[in-house]
Nanobody, 125 residues
Framework: QPQLVESGGGLVQPGGSLRLSCATS????????IGWFRQAPGKEREGVSC????????YYPDSVKGRFTISRDNAKSTVYLQMNSLKPEGTAVYYC??????????????????WGQGTQVTVSS
């Protein structure tokens, strides 16, 4: 059974960094694109990154471009999201999701087949 488990969240001060991990099992990660989303209380789920199955294509919205970096290690069945220069508006539950090999042109939750349970990130002083 496909499973994704996020870890690495926590409390960080504004300007700080965190690295999230998405450990996968039950499917062959090599054939899937992985997206990262976040959802703040009372807001819609927002796509913050995507990496294609071939690792040749990535996506970031303007809100995180230059601060977030997505990477994957298929041998470890794990995808990472390095988040630098975090801002208070980055406080949210962060989710990873697995979908078709290419990243969608526009982040869309319906693109993805499998989802993790999320990890809380709180950016506060």
């Amino acid at each position: 059974q496909p499973q994704l488990v996020e870890s690495g969240g926590g409390l960080v001060q504004p300007g700080g960094s965190l690295r999230l991990s998405c450990a996968t099992s039950g499917f062959t990660l090599d054939y899937y694109a992985i997206g990262w989303f976040r959802q703040a209380p009372g807001k819609e789920r927002e796509g913050v990154s995507c990496i294609s199955s071939s690792d040749t294509s990535t996506y970031y919205p303007d809100s995180v471009k230059g601060r977030f970096t997505i990477s994957r290690d298929n041998a470890k069945s794990t995808v990472y999201l390095q988040m630098n220069s975090l801002k208070p508006e980055g406080t949210a539950v962060y989710y990873c999701a697995a979908g078709p090999p290419s990243c969608p042109l526009v982040p869309a939750t319906e693109w993805y087949d499998y989802w993790g349970q999320g990890t809380q990130v709180t950016v506060s002083s």
